[in-house]
């Protein structure tokens, strides 16, 4: 369908970029990530950093506080061993199954109170030194990494056993020959640039532009009429993220994308004023509420809810069930995301169309989250 949006017609019109007239926009820089903090005391950590470590190291909550504290103390006394030791500090890790320190020394007859100690050939310093002459070369394809191992007192080279050629056999034999602390480490994969999700940012489907709305599991929701099903999606920077795994426009103007393993939804909404928005649920606002929404094209703009339930007449057919509301929106802000309640933590839905601008004014409609969700078994990425 045409997303082009440089001529206004009588009535309400799509908000999106189309191929003719897309704009000319600034890609968008990292998500600013919420802030968190910890320290030793085991009775202040946040409830979500306690989850994440049951979950992912497979403790109780007692074990998850006890082993928090006992990491905070290790870095502590890793950091003054580093600093006392010198040259001589060979660099420190924590076990993972005891939980206890070990600090490696250059040099027999040294302890370090709080830590077990290793006699190692290398110090820290020295192996730092091996990997920044790495960091000067050119490295192949195949090579997929290299750093300081602490543990095994080496640098460790990564190479895919599965793309491993010539190329990388030379950049092999050229780092060992620097120094004797050189490894080398088969891998089955190479890594790629990770990038997250986060409502309002900025997506494109070849020449045309709209906005992201809310990230869910395996993706994020979206305007229908931005793409049909199976059409291609690049992100804010113009890197590949998916493609259209539901679409419906008219009727409803809804749609979502499935993204690949280089994108993470995030609970964001961007303020476009180097602030995120956390999502925390999909309660509906109340007729008068007052209500922000995010786009690619004006940013973070407000007003309020006016009516639910209407049925907007486009050009292009009828598109039923929308909000209505006072808050401006222009071309490519389609798709973005609406917020509302306490903190603006509340995901009401995805920008449509409307009329009018930024500079006079306008109405502006969306269609809600919560038919989008249930409509595809969706669910929303929560703070």
């Excluded at 192996?127 to 602490?150: C, F, H, Q, Y």
């Amino acid at each position: 369908m045409n997303r082009t949006s440089a001529a206004r017609v009588t009535g309400a019109v799509l908000l999106a970029t189309g191929v003719v007239t897309a704009l000319s926009v600034p890609a968008f820089g990292a998500p600013a990530a919420p802030v968190g903090s910890s320290g030793s005391d085991t009775e202040s950590y946040p409830a979500e950093l306690l989850q994440a470590v049951e979950r992912d190291l497979g403790l109780n909550a007692d074990q998850a506080r006890v082993r928090l504290a006992s990491d905070q103390k290790a870095s502590e006394v890793a950091e003054s061993a580093k600093s006392s030791l010198g040259d001589a500090f060979g660099g420190a890790w924590i076990d993972q199954a005891s939980g206890r320190l070990t600090v490696a020394v250059t040099k027999s007859g040294l302890s370090v109170t709080g830590a077990d100690t290793q006699v190692v050939k290398s110090s820290l310093t020295q192996l730092n030194g091996t990997k920044s002459v790495l960091d000067v070369m050119s490295a192949p394809k195949a090579i997929t990494s290299w750093r300081v191992d602490e543990k095994s007192n080496a640098v460790v080279i990564e190479v895919n056993k599965n793309a491993r050629d010539a190329a990388a056999d030379s950049f092999i034999a050229t780092a060992k020959s620097i120094g004797s602390t050189v490894k080398v480490e088969e891998v089955t994969e190479s890594p790629t640039p990770l990038y997250d999700l986060r409502g309002g940012d900025a997506i494109y489907m070849g020449g045309g532009r709209c906005s992201l709305g809310f990230s869910v599991t395996g993706g994020y929701v979206t305007a229908g009429h931005c793409g049909t099903t199976g059409t291609a999606v690049s992100g804010f920077n113009r890197v590949a993220q998916g493609t259209f795994a539901g679409s419906v426009f008219p009727g409803n103007d809804y749609a979502w994308v499935r993204t690949n393993a280089n994108w993470t939804p995030r609970p964001w909404v961007n303020r476009y004023n180097g602030t995120n928005v956390i999502v925390k649920g999909s309660t509906q606002a109340a007729v008068g509420s007052q209500i922000c929404r995010s786009g690619s094209t004006t940013g973070w703009r407000c007003g309020t809810v006016q009516a639910f339930n209407q049925t907007v007449n486009y050009p292009q057919g009828q598109v039923r069930g929308l909000t209505r509301t006072n808050a401006c929106a222009e071309g490519g802000d389609s798709g973005g995301s609406w917020v509302a309640g306490s903190g603006f933590g509340q995901a009401q839905g995805v920008t449509s169309g409307g009329s009018g601008n930024c500079s006079s004014g306008g109405t502006t409609y969306f269609q809600p989250v919560n038919p989008i969700l249930s409509r595809y078994g969706l669910t929303l990425t929560r703070g």
